[in-house]
């Protein structure tokens, strides 16, 4: 009972490992064009993914190989990457598993080693957790992730939760408006959590991301032979959502003729695989999110055509969410701030343990154009950066401003070039021990591991 993805541009590569990986796990998805990478990992739940290290464009460097597994870590660091490599490339996928790739395979590979590979793979993440304890972990126990989702001291944030609270264990649609960073995600998960479908999948998707070309391949699925690649049949996330619940961010993206047919799913609730001339019945829970200004979108200015289907957010928004702005919930930001203050000073190994009253005073003041997320990227940028027990003003790259003015922001914003500064901190403490990695990853609250990632990342 596991998902794995191989990707590789080598069609019978990918046939091969196909027909064998099917008849020992649940799940086998194959994909040519590493740029789909990214979507497929978000949206996908892997337990295991097979990466070749060359793709077309560089046959033998393994320098795409490296990038995609960094964007794959970046996306979730518990990923479990398998290398698949020539002879020659032995070297660099040593290199690779120094990196984050959990071990590698030669092509062409003997069958049973593959699968012991894989297994090996999956029997522990890095945090030493089983898998399936990780992917069943209710995301309101996950401090990282849904966490302060939980914090809700000021008056419009226990409105938001409230009416949560009264509509989950509905199968009303709901369409959650709010700016970037304010926890849309986090709300539909609250959403299906608190539902009679939270047993059941919850599948979410950025539909905004889609292309007209993949837009019903994903959504709707595709039989074998329907298009060019396409090999074998493929439910959409609908179908994988079955009984359970799907979440379409970013819908007030999506085009016109994606509108529609979107419409004609959820007024008929089937769907039709692309090739395919035989309707599924879907039964699913439906949460949308968006984070421009929709009703806009729906009324029509100076005669132009509206950008939203009418008749689509009546289908959306029986129940509508908007979100605050964290600068519209200021009783929130001490309390999110400790919480990710504790979680920062943990993972890097931090002698932190508060923030000054006056730092305090000036977060309450900042306009966090960026909302939560912002506020956490940045205490953990300060937790990293702390001269001190005490996080103060100045931890945040010369410090926030009393006023929340255009300065202090253009301060605050600069900090948050994350790459930058942890770029300038490695190469600081590379020259600072002479290149010992060892004391380098002890000064920097770093594994070996996480280190070694962070120098091919940056090329150090």
Not at 433 to 444: C, K, M, P, S, Y
């Amino acid at each position: 009972m596991a998902r794995i993805l191989i990707i590789d541009d080598d069609t019978d590569v990918l046939m091969a490992a196909k027909l064998l990986l099917k008849r020992h796990f649940d799940h086998v998805d194959v994909e040519k064009n590493p740029e789909r990478i990214p979507f497929l990992v978000t949206n996908g739940k892997y337990d295991a993914i097979l990466l070749d290290m060359n793709f077309q464009r560089d046959l033998s460097s393994g320098r795409e190989g490296f990038m995609w597994l960094d964007r794959i870590l970046d996306i979730d660091s518990s990923a479990n990457v398998v290398l698949i490599t020539a002879y020659g490339d032995v070297e660099m996928a040593v290199r690779a598993m120094k990196v984050g790739a959990k071990d590698f395979v030669l092509k062409p590979w003997q069958n049973d080693k593959l699968l012991e590979t894989l297994k090996n793979a999956m029997s522990e993440n890095r945090a030493g957790v089983s898998v399936k304890d990780v992917k069943s972990e209710s995301p309101k126990a996950k401090p990282s992730s849904a966490g302060h989702s939980l914090i809700a001291t000021s008056l419009p944030m226990r409105q938001v939760l409230d009416t949560v609270g009264r509509v989950a264990n509905t199968d009303a649609n709901v369409l959650i408006l709010g700016e970037n960073g304010t926890g849309k995600d986090l709300i539909a998960r609250m959403l299906h959590e608190q539902s009679g479908r939270s047993a059941k999948p919850f599948i979410s998707v950025d539909v905004g991301a889609l292309s007209e070309s993949l837009f019903e391949s994903e959504l709707f699925g595709h039989v074998k032979g329907a298009f060019t690649d396409a090999r074998d049949d493929r439910a959409g996330r609908f179908e994988e959502a079955q009984g359970g619940t799907i979440f379409l961010d970013e819908i007030g993206n999506i085009t016109l003729p994606q509108q529609a047919r979107l419409l004609t799913v959820l007024q008929q609730r089937q769907v039709t695989r692309i090739g395919s001339n035989k309707p599924k019945p879907i039964d699913v829970r439906l949460i949308c999110a968006t984070n421009v200004n929709i009703q806009e979108q729906v009324a029509s200015r100076d005669g132009s055509s509206p950008r939203f289907r009418q008749d689509l957010l009546y289908r959306i928004n029986t129940i509508e969410l908007q979100l605050p702005a964290l600068r519209d919930r200021p009783d929130d930001i001490e309390p999110l701030a400790n919480h990710f203050l504790n979680i920062y000073r943990k993972q890097y190994n931090r002698p932190v343990t508060g923030l000054s009253p006056a730092l305090i005073r000036q977060l309450k003041q900042h306009r966090w154009p960026g909302n939560v997320r912002e506020l956490q990227h940045a205490v953990e940028r300060a937790v990293i950066l702390a001269q001190g027990n005490i996080l103060e003003s100045t931890d945040f790259f010369g410090g926030l401003g009393a006023s929340g003015t255009a300065q202090a922001t253009t301060a605050l914003s600069d900090s948050l070039q994350l790459d930058d500064m942890e770029r300038r901190m490695i190469q600081q403490a590379m020259q600072r021990f002479g290149g010992n990695i060892t004391d380098v990853a002890r000064e920097l609250g770093l594994s070996r591991q996480a280190l070694y990632r962070r120098l091919e990342k940056y090329s150090i």
